[in-house]
């Protein structure tokens, strides 16, 4: 079946084919009858316009690409819903890749947007190095999503995730418990300022010699590895602060499996406060990180760089906040401090 051409819409509104071109581009030099006569015909014709033309033409795609680190983690779709909050009504859209927290390949997604000639890039929670980030500043406006680098053209949206880290330990602490274990991030996003704020907690809490910090990542496999760890060792901890929501879903698992009460025989607290930490048969303690309005002011940043040609980044951090539910309680009583 033949597509419509411009010619093709010229012809259905009667006017000439470089009106509906200025129609097309949004120009205003257009009157509001002729405008609506071209948008009926297009419509009538089921015409859509090149969008490499458009590109070519007007020197922008009205594209943002968005790069997120894992799929399988329900973090990023409340970030990717923020995202598309703040591009609705602007003209632009987002399209969506993702990495699979490869380097190699969360490079190469990065590339093939910038291929597409994107006019602007978020890159939620990478995991690969920070001169890719540098150098895809140098060619259109970047903005990291949880995770932030000293560079002067990319913007970053963050949480306080050493804040977080330290309101969970106070939170156990409070509870009672001593003997509090930390499954970290690995390399991932935030990892270490979670990992920090532990360590920072539990020293002035006096519990330097319990510090007990096991390497993990932000998945459920890296979660449960943790977990299985821990429990190898002579003394047990009385509670575990796991990097991410998704990682504590494997840890819960772990502990099932052995036939230990959560939070009767070990509390267990997750961070990012996702739809799974809600559920309400896992109840999950966890640290909340406002995930909508992250993506809301990644997608604002970028529309603030393009329409201002701002040279210079900005840094916007966001307080986490506790969320406490099923999954914590006091230590047994034989394990109180």
């Not at 948008?39 to 070519?56: D, F, Q, S, W």
């Not at 060792?233 to 879903?249: G, H, M």
């Not at 052995?258 to 996702?274: A, F, K, M, R």
Request: proline content about 5%; glycine content about 10%; cysteine-free.
């Amino acid at each position: 079946m033949k597509h419509p051409t411009i010619l093709d819409v010229a012809n259905e509104a009667g006017v000439s084919k470089s009106l509906v071109s200025l129609v097309m581009r949004g120009s205003d030099r257009v009157s509001p009858s002729s405008r609506k006569a071209v948008l009926e015909a297009a419509e009538k014709l089921g015409y859509r316009p090149n969008a490499a033309a458009r590109t070519m033409v007007r020197q922008r795609s009205y594209v943002i690409g968005v790069m997120v680190s894992n799929l399988h983690n329900p973090f990023f779709a409340d970030v990717i819903d923020g995202i598309d909050t703040a591009v609705t009504d602007t003209g632009y859209r987002a399209i969506l890749t993702t990495g699979n927290r490869l380097p190699e390949r969360e490079r190469l997604a990065v590339a093939t947007l910038l291929e597409m000639r994107v006019d602007g890039l978020i890159l939620a929670s990478p995991v690969f190095g920070r001169e890719v980030a540098i150098e895809a500043s140098q060619t259109v406006p970047t903005v990291l999503v949880g995770k932030a680098i000293r560079a002067p053209a990319v913007d970053s949206v963050t949480n306080d995730d050493r804040r977080g880290g330290e309101m969970v330990v106070n939170h156990l602490v409070e509870l009672g418990h001593r003997r509090i274990a930390h499954i970290d991030g690995g390399s991932g996003a935030g990892a270490r300022p979670r990992r920090t704020g532990y360590t920072h907690a539990m020293r002035r809490h006096g519990l330097e010699s319990e510090i007990r910090s096991v390497r993990g990542n932000f998945t459920e496999e890296g979660g449960a590895a943790g977990m299985r760890s821990l429990l190898t060792e002579s003394t047990r901890p009385t509670a575990v602060f796991v990097a991410n929501d998704l990682a504590a879903i494997g840890v819960l698992e772990v502990l099932d499996a052995e036939g230990l009460d959560v939070p009767g025989d070990l509390s267990v607290v997750g961070y990012d406060n996702t739809a799974l930490a809600a559920n309400r048969r896992l109840g999950l303690t966890t640290v909340d990180q406002p995930r909508h309005d992250m993506g809301r002011m990644a997608a604002g940043l970028i529309l603030e760089k393009i329409g201002q040609d701002r040279t210079t980044a900005r840094h916007v951090v966001l307080p986490p906040k506790l969320v406490a539910r099923e999954s914590t309680g006091p230590p047994s009583d034989g394990e109180r401090s």
